[in-house]
């Protein structure tokens, strides 16, 4: 089994920064990825990340603002977010499978274990 810990959430004015974490533990993971689910929306794909960190995806809404990266030897995996909208206010849940195929994985059915989430609000 696998636990994942999401931490780095807050609250945080229009234009400002925050950066997640993911603690993993448990059996060995490999594609990695961050989703977040709003107040009556669906949960949508933000970033993944391939076992060595040399493939990463993103959405086209946070492209540019975000990155996604990973420090396998603290088992963490990091969302910098930057340049924070209103829009991006969200849970944001950090994601995990054991497949190592990056390219594509951006559905929510693609990855087996889930964090419990953390809240970013964006205020304007």
């Known amino acids: 089994q696998v636990q994942l810990v999401e931490s780095g959430g807050g609250l945080v004015q229009a234009g400002g920064s925050l950066r997640l974490s993911c603690l993993a533990s448990?059996?060995?993971?490999?594609?990695m990825a961050w989703f977040r689910q709003a107040p009556g929306k669906e949960r949508e794909f933000v970033a993944a990340i391939s076992r060595v960190g040399t493939y990463t995806n993103y959405a086209d809404s946070v492209k540019g603002r975000f990155t996604i990266s990973r420090d396998n030897g603290k088992n963490t995996l990091y969302l910098q977010m930057n340049s924070l909208k209103p829009e991006d206010t969200a849970v944001y849940y950090c994601a995990a499978t054991p497949s190592d195929t990056a390219r594509g994985r951006t559905a929510r059915s693609q990855y087996d274990y889930w964090g419990q989430g953390t809240q970013v609000t964006v205020s304007s």
């Open positions: 448990g059996r060995t993971i490999s594609v």
